[in-house]
């Protein structure tokens, strides 16, 4: 649950260089730094903590997310971009991923692939999308070599929110092995050639609500096994 009432001076550190990501009123000059302190020395094991970005950030390394965590992710109107050749995120722990921000504004709040996979849900991971927006703008050279906008091998809740493929040859979500999907809100969207959800494996995908739209031209492609 997002804690109102401290305004965490969010506007000022925005503007604040060398600042990407607070907790409470504790200032990270990087959101791996945020990361290593979430569930270490601020919160208990078992307390989800959340971790507000507070400016638009580059990465030119993929972020890691250990076993140890259990995060709530706070978009907070601004973007993660990566520029290289690997996911932006690989999680091993648990994640929940939202986008409030202090003046109630409408959820701008991004997670951008731009040269290779997005986030990557290992074994044993939890993932919860409740809000912002998950984009791939990588797509691959055909449609023998797609690339993953989320690669799943553990557990993903969509609760709200969106994620989208403005490239072609993108599988948006692709399931393995025994991992699950339970999508009871938000949106799956694609702009050009793509698959929705590929499940390779046993796990079960359950949709009770939401909305999945690969375009008309496209409508084979929602889910795929």
């Not at 553990?154 to 040859?169: D, E, F, Y």
């Amino acid at each position: 649950e997002i804690i109102e009432g401290e305004e965490r001076f969010k506007t000022i550190l925005a503007k604040v260089s060398g600042v990407e990501a607070v907790i409470g009123k504790t200032r990270y000059t990087t959101l791996e730094n945020a990361i290593f302190a979430a569930n270490n020395t601020k919160g208990t094991p078992d307390q989800q903590v959340q971790i507000d970005i507070v400016t638009d950030i580059n990465k030119d390394a993929k972020v890691e997310v250990d076993n140890t965590k259990n995060i709530l992710l706070n978009l907070n109107g601004y973007s993660i971009t990566n520029h290289v050749n690997d996911y932006v995120f690989e999680s091993s722990g648990k994640v929940e991923i939202t986008d409030i921000t202090e003046d109630g504004e409408e959820s701008t709040g991004k997670i951008i692939a731009t040269t290779s996979k997005l986030w990557k849900n290992n074994e044993g991971a939890e993932l919860k999308i409740t809000k912002g927006s998950i984009i791939q703008n990588k797509g691959g050279s055909n449609s023998n070599y797609p690339v993953d906008c989320i690669t799943n091998y553990g557990k993903l809740t969509i609760a709200g929110g969106k994620i989208q493929g403005n490239a072609s040859n993108v599988y948006l979500i692709r399931n393995y092995n025994t991992a699950t999907i339970d999508m009871t809100g938000g949106s799956i969207l694609s702009t050009a050639y793509n698959h929705g959800i590929v499940n390779e494996g046993t796990g079960k995908v359950k949709i009770a609500n939401g909305t999945i739209d690969i375009g008309l031209d496209y409508k084979d492609n929602l889910m795929k096994k």
